[in-house]
């Protein structure tokens, strides 16, 4: 068949190894996914109160330097999160790629293992900045209560 010069996974323990080798980036992959949806939760959580509070600065009240502060913590915040959300994406991105090159050099007998470390590697580097920043974020997220209960 035109396939056996190509494809090198003959017996169903090798396609096994394969399929085993492929378990853990799915498995950072579902995780990730689930702190995606935390940040991004947060994300339109800290928009929805930067808007309020840009709707009450500009209400015509007088200033109060409070509103203004605040106002500078959730910016910061909005960035941080994005950050952080593109940082898991982009490890999502990576451990996708790491999959399917696995499944590249399995079927196509090709020696690039190297490659697999490389890309997990800066999965869990870009894993690493995403969690930083959320960090950062929870960080920020206390300093602006602070900054709330200021009298």
Not at 17 to 45: D, E, K, M, W, Y
Not at 71 to 77: Q, V
């Amino acid at each position: 068949m035109w396939y056996r010069a190509i494809v090198h996974i003959e017996n169903l323990e090798n396609l096994a190894r394969v399929l085993q080798a492929s378990i853990s980036p799915v498995a950072l992959v579902s995780g990730v996914g689930l702190l995606i949806l935390s940040q991004t939760n947060r994300f339109s959580r800290v928009t929805d109160r930067l808007r309020e509070l840009v709707t009450e600065r500009d209400s015509g009240a007088p200033a109060n330097p409070k509103i203004n502060r605040q106002i500078e913590i959730f910016l910061r915040r909005a960035h941080i999160l994005r950050l952080a959300v593109g940082a898991a994406l982009v490890c999502v991105l990576l451990a996708s790629v790491m999959i399917l090159t696995v499944f590249a050099i399995a079927v196509l007998d090709l020696t690039a293992q190297w490659l697999v470390l490389l890309l997990f590697a800066l999965s869990l580097i870009s894993l690493i900045l995403s969690i930083v920043g959320f960090l950062c974020d929870m960080h920020l997220s206390l300093k602006a209560v602070e900054e709330s209960l200021k009298s």
